[in-house]
């Protein structure tokens, strides 16, 4: 069919018409077509990384799922909508809003990691839309309920999985644990760390170093940041590593370094979490052949399944067909979870019907109320996270894939098999605690790995042996005149050597002997700082603890005994015979003396009273028996003791050392001397050189009693036992041994041989060879207890006693109640809604401000601002500044949108403030892509190379946080803390375990370790943060250290925080609270109710300059426009926070000024010229490195006292603490080892940070 177009009106109006039809179908085009809502139709968003295996995997199982349910449904149908995130998360903010806006999709499914399942999340709670989350679910389950009520995680508790690695280093006995995970850009895992922390804890394991690695897509040479990270674990002592979080392409950078090292060797161990595990039976071989030996943690589910094996079949069909270049077409964990979730939407719209699957909550709680059997597992869900007991299989990499092992669940912990019943999994008949014989270890080991850099000929153990050593019956040192080393012999030497031989049946020990001139303390101090290995000789185990022992020819229980039968007797004469005997009756005082003066005058045979009963008679006959052989024992004892004169002692008691001040020897290298100084306070002490110079100075004069070791003294009465004996008390210690670091296997092994040795007497011949015979003098034995009468000696003869007595009392008075005396004796943005796009000024910079203007902070960073942008105007002819401001009401997701609309609308140039490190990357994400640089006022963040490669329009204002921990780690190593506790809040979204993990390598510096993260979600998430709080800082009562770091904290969670610890005492005495820049550069606006729950606490503040001109003049203006503009508040002062925004604007002004008014319109150029800027600021210097400022800060140290603080100095790393500040030129002013007196917790002025 023909049409002819003609010229008529008619025409012109159809004409108008098409073109105005055309016109917008172009803008259609252009814009996005909404979807129209189909009532039958369930609208689904899935976003997946669609260039994976994992998102192949899950794309093709959703997929069978929609299938699958539209071909079973009559009048309900399923439309699944695909989206691509690409590999970094922030995008998943925009793509969730296409989705629901533009797709008008019901639900979102998928996201790949807890990154995008947060942000995705987040999108969801503000439009009412469920997302089902197939990432692994968060560790901190409050949160996530509390923040993204319309989050349903289609993941177990991780908790499970974390048990279970805890498990597996328990049953090898593995005590130091290094940890690798992929830290990531945005979100936070600190709180899995601190899981994991506990959990080895609880098995007696710890980490002893935790290696993060930050994302792979953000590494521009990954190859080489891998090689050199993993150089690191080189220096450390642990061989057990825990891959706890890692993509694939970070892994297999992360093994094929390692095997390249020699970490993938003989006593290396390996452990991989499901991240890797579950990914094992599709990845590529070199990658197999990188990880031989390694265990692995694998979700487990049923292969044999009728529903399983369909599914199987159906998938592997439709996945070659839809990617043939892939080799391996077998479903994994994450196709079975992705049809799952499916599933239960499926399940969901079902049950709904027709009508309600519109309404978004009726929706989430049928999908929650979802109760089945899936692929995956039984699927329930409590508290928007799958409830049911995950079980996971334990497999082993072998050749070309692997091999299993077992199983493992929270219920029956390790089992070599299960039985399959309706879904649910139990125990097989052959269950185990262990693996030991099943396992293929790295290096083709037969044995299992001591998980610790064990010794090799190339790098032998060194053993620290104190050179000049006495006495030489214990160890001596002599010169080889051949090889010209040094050859040691000795008691210790042969005691050494037998232990390797034990040793040697499972492993060589290689190993060198080094000589040491130096005390025992310091010979120990070595093996503790790693100079040593370990140490061999006489060393004391020293225990504080005092034991006295007295020469007496009976012991305590023998004495207490027998004045019990005593008095027992004597009560069982006045029973029977004050009834019919003159002499035992009158008053019952009178009878009972009586009874008493008969009782003990029968111990000298002296009793004069009659007695008129048989019964008595029996039982006194049996009592004087028990006297004579008492009395005959105890005078042949103390004869024994008292009647050797020739080896009486001169000096027989400490009092009378100490009366007559007599003079005293000891070792010269022994604890002895600080013992009998400090504890015994002697003070006329004699210092031998020589074990061989006792007898002379004896002689002599010059000492009247030794002081020796056990061992040095059992040497000396073997040489010298008949002119010298031992007397007095002896103090007990804890023996000698040999010294090994802290957690080291070998020292277990030591132990075990040692006992072996003991049990087929090799000790006691090395006793006999360098002590000699017992026999060779007849006094040599020193041990007094040989000669102690003891109870066990007389327990007969006092049983007899007791049941005579019994007897006849029973025989007396029937109604007595018998007692048997023998036995009983040893038995957890708002902008205006219309707003127009601005039209851009070529003469005019328009800066867009994200800050938090409700806060105290915010409000001194907008007044700060303005003050600066004026004055530039004010100055400058042909140049404006122009700032807007946007609040993102304490939602960091809303800093996207923001930076979008201020970048997209108001047309701004750069982008400043940013309230957290959260809404930093989050805007720097959209800076990138807008290239806009993005001036940050949040704290640094740890990961610098990070930050550089990943947002290089980013430019922090702020000094590299580990000036301030190193600032923190000073603190502690001045008072000497040895444990600590970390409390800091946790981001919903981005990571601070770099942080923490640069805390504790500088606590380690200084010898200090944190013995617990108390990490507190944050504040904007809590119902009731008061009651979370209170239950949290309980946790801390029962930790021993009482030094805690408060490292990041909001102003509104720390205030709960103090008002608890101290309610419960923890801000009590022996308590230290030492509080970082989040909190104490808020001291001066804060309420003087929060600082009344802070007395006593250590702050570090930022430290500036308040007596330039400059800032004078800053001050007066900043107190007049605050008060003007916030008259409620009460304190005009102006914080570190106002000076640095005053800062960022001047920076971005001489910027400007340098590049005229042609130039700012180029974002490159822009940002150089802020990066070269060169100024003195009312914060400091401001010079930018690598996208953040030099680190070269001041911190002031300020002690909370009464309603303000008070200043004890100043910190930098150039010169650590100082009384007073530098000046520019860098002259000194007077410097101090320790800060004046720093008024403690509970006002205690003594050593404080461990719990009594």
């Known amino acids: 069919m023909n049409f002819q177009l003609s010229s008529s009106n008619a025409g012109s109006k159809v004409s108008y018409f098409l073109s105005l039809v055309l016109a917008s179908f172009l803008l259609s085009i252009s814009l996005g077509l909404v979807v129209e809502a189909d009532p039958s139709s369930t609208n689904i968003g899935a976003i997946i990384d669609v260039d994976s295996r994992v998102g192949k995997e899950q794309k093709t199982a959703m997929i069978m799922a929609v299938h699958n349910f539209n071909n079973n449904s009559r009048n309900r149908r399923l439309e699944i909508y695909f989206s691509n995130t690409g590999k970094d998360p922030v995008q998943v903010v925009s793509t969730a809003e296409e989705l629901i806006g533009k797709k008008q999709v019901q639900l979102i499914v998928g996201t790949r990691t807890w990154e995008e399942a947060a942000l995705a999340a987040d999108v969801g709670k503000q439009a009412q839309v ?83 690695l930050p994302p792979f897509s953000s590494l521009s040479d990954p190859e080489a940041f891998v090689r050199q990270e993993a150089a690191k674990l080189m220096s450390k002592q642990s061989r057990v590593f825990i891959v706890l979080q890692s993509s694939l392409p970070l892994a297999t950078h992360l093994f094929r370094e390692a095997k390249q090292i020699g970490l993938m060797d003989r006593d290396s161990v390996w452990i991989l979490t499901d991240s890797i595990s579950d990914l094992l039976d599709s990845v590529d071989p070199s990658f197999i052949s990188f990880t031989q030996g390694a265990i692995g943690i694998k979700n487990y589910y049923s292969e044999s399944t009728r529903e399983f094996l369909d599914f199987k079949d159906q998938f592997q069909k439709n996945f070659r067909l839809e990617y043939p270049d892939e080799d391996n077409s077998d479903p ?161 030497i042969d005691l050494f050597d037998e232990v390797l031989k034990v040793l040697n049946k499972s492993y060589t020990l290689h190993y060198e002997f080094v000589p040491f001139n ?23 185990v020293k225990k504080i603890q005092m034991a006295w022992i007295f020469v007496k020819p009976f012991t305590w229980n023998m004495w207490m005994v027998t004045f019990a039968i005593l008095f027992y007797t004597m009560f069982v004469v006045w029973f029977i015979e004050h009834q019919s005997n003159p002499e035992f009756k009158g008053p019952r005082k009178d009878q009972l003396g009586t009874a008493m003066f008969f009782t003990i005058s029968s111990l000298f045979f002296a009793h004069k009273e009659n007695i008129i009963s048989n019964y008595t008679k029996l039982v006194v006959v049996v009592w004087l028996f028990v006297v004579l052989v008492l009395s005959s024992s105890y005078q042949a004892n103390l004869t024994s003791m008292l009647t050797v004169s020739r080896l009486e002692p001169s000096v027989t008691r400490l009092d009378s050392i100490k009366n007559t001040n007599a003079p005293v020897g000891s070792d010269s290298d022994s604890f002895i001397q600080g013992y009998l100084r400090d504890v015994l306070n002697l003070q006329n002490i004699k210092t031998i050189s020589s074990q061989d110079r006792y007898p002379e100075e004896f002689k002599s004069g010059n000492i009247s009693a030794a002081f020796l070791e056990l061992s040095h003294q059992k040497v000396f009465l073997k040489d010298h036992c008949k002119d010298y004996t031992v007397t007095g008390p002896t103090y007990s210690f804890g023996g000698l041994g040999f010294v090994f670091q802290k957690s080291s296997p070998i020292a277990r092994d030591v132990s075990e041989a040692i006992l072996t040795l003991m049990e087929c007497g090799t000790i006691e011949d090395l006793k006999k060879k360098w002590f000699g015979s017992p026999e060779t003098c007849s006094n040599s034995d020193d041990d007094s207890e040989a000669d102690i009468l003891s109870l066990k000696s007389f327990r007969g003869l006092y049983i007899k006693l007791g049941r005579v007595s019994i007897i006849n009392q029973e025989r007396e008075d029937s109604s007595l109640y018998i007692v048997d005396f023998a036995s009983s004796l040893w038995t957890n943005v708002d ?55 946007r609040n993102t009401s304490k939602d960091a997701v809303k800093a996207v949108t923001t930076a979008e609309e201020l970048i997209g609308r108001q047309q701004v140039r750069l982008i400043i403030g940013t309230r957290t ?161 989040s909190i104490s550069d808020l001291l001066d606006s804060v309420d003087s109710s929060f600082i009344s729950f802070m007395q006593g606490a250590i702050g570090i503040k930022n430290d500036y300059s308040e007596s330039t001109r400059q800032f004078l003049d800053f001050k007066d203006q900043f107190r007049k426009n605050f ?75 300020v002690n909370i006292v009464g309603k303000r603080y008070k200043e004890l100095g100043t910190w930098s790393s150039k010169i650590g603490f100082s009384g007073s500040h530098v000046d520019e030129k860098g002259s000194e002013g007077y410097w101090c080892s320790q800060y004046e007196r720093v008024v403690q917790l509970g006002k205690l002025a003594r050593g404080i940070g461990s719990s009594p």
């Open 831 to 885: 902008f205006d809604p219309l707003v127009q796009i601005v039209e851009a000024d070529p003469s005019s910079t328009n800066i867009g401000a994200i800050i938090d203007v409700d806060s105290r902070v915010g409000k001194e960073q907008k007044t700060a601002m303005i003050m600066a942008m004026h004055n530039f105007n004010n100055n400058s002819r042909n140049q404006t500044l122009e700032i807007y401001f």
């Open 130 to 212: 469920p997302v089902l989350s197939l990432a692994e679910a968060s560790s901190t389950q409050l949160l996530t309920q509390n923040r993204w009520p319309f989050l349903v995680q289609m993941a177990t508790d991780s908790r499970e999985q974390i048990n279970c690695i805890a498990d597996i280093v328990n049953s090898y006995h593995w005590r130091k644990i290094i940890v690798i995970h992929e830290d990531n850009s945005y979100f936070a895992n600190s709180g899995l760390l601190n899981t994991l922390s506990e959990a080895l804890e609880n098995v007696g394991a710890a980490i002893e170093y935790d290696m993060f």
């Open 518 to 540: 130096g005390n025992y303390n310091e010979l120990v101090g070595n093996v503790s700082n790693k100079n040593f290995d370990a140490a061999v000789g006489d060393v004391p």
């Open 917 to 1077: 490190w959260e809404e930093v990357a989050l805007a720097a994400y959209v800076g990138e892509r807008a290239q806009v640089p993005i001036l940050s006022l949040a704290a640094a963040s740890s990961t610098e190379l990070l930050t550089q490669n990943r947002w290089p329009f980013l430019v922090q204002m702020a000094t590299d946080t580990r000036e301030q921990i190193n600032c923190t780690a000073a603190i502690v190593n001045s008072y000497h803390w040895r444990k600590i506790i970390v409390i800091h809040e946790d981001s919903s979204y981005f990571s601070n375990s770099g942080l923490l993990t640069t805390l504790s390598e500088a606590l380690e510096n200084v010898g200090a370790a944190i013995e617990y993260d108390l990490i507190l979600p944050p504040f904007s998430s809590l119902s009731d943060p008061e009651g979370f709080v209170r239950q949290e800082t309980a946790k801390l009562i029962s930790k021993q250290s009482r030094v805690f770091i408060v490292f990041q904290l909001s102003l509104p969670l720390a205030t709960h925080l103090f008002r608890e610890a101290k309610q419960i005492g923890l801000m009590g005495r022996d308590s230290a609270w030492i509080l970082t820049d």
């Open 1123 to 1197: 008060r003007l503009e916030y008259p409620d508040e009460d304190n005009s002062e102006p914080g570190i926070h106002a000076l640095k925004a005053y800062d960022s604007i001047t920076a971005i002004a001489e910027a400007v000024k340098e590049l005229g008014r042609d130039n700012t319109s180029n974002p490159r150029l822009l940002l150089n010229e802020i990066q070269s800027n060169n100024f003195i600021g009312l914060s400091g210097e401001i010079r930018f490195h690598g996208g953040k400022l030099e680190p070269k800060s001041t911190f002031k140290i």
């Open 332 to 492: 994994g964990i994450h196709a079975l979870k992705a049809y799952d979730s499916i599933t239960a939407i499926a399940e969901a719209v079902k049950g709904l019907g027709r009508e309600n699957t519109s309404n978004p909550k009726l929706l989430l709680n049928e999908i929650q109320s979802n109760n089945f059997i899936g692929l995956s597992g039984e699927i329930l869900f409590r508290g928007g996270k799958l409830e049911r007991k995950s079980t996971f299989k334990i497999v082993n990499i072998v050749g070309k894939r692997y091999k299993e092992l077992g199983f493992w669940s929270s219920k029956f912990v390790f089992s070599g098999s299960l039985l399959e019943e309706k879904g649910t999994w139990a125990v097989g008949v052959n269950s185990m605690n262990e693996l030991l014989s099943l396992v293929d270890w790295p290096g083709e080991l037969n044995r299992v790995p001591k998980g610790w850099a064990m010794p090799t000929d190339a790098v032998p153990m060194k053993i620290g042996v104190p050179e000049n050593h006495y006495p030489f019956t214990l160890l001596k040192g002599k010169s080889d005149e051949t090889s010209n080393e040094k050859k040691f012999e000795g008691f210790c």
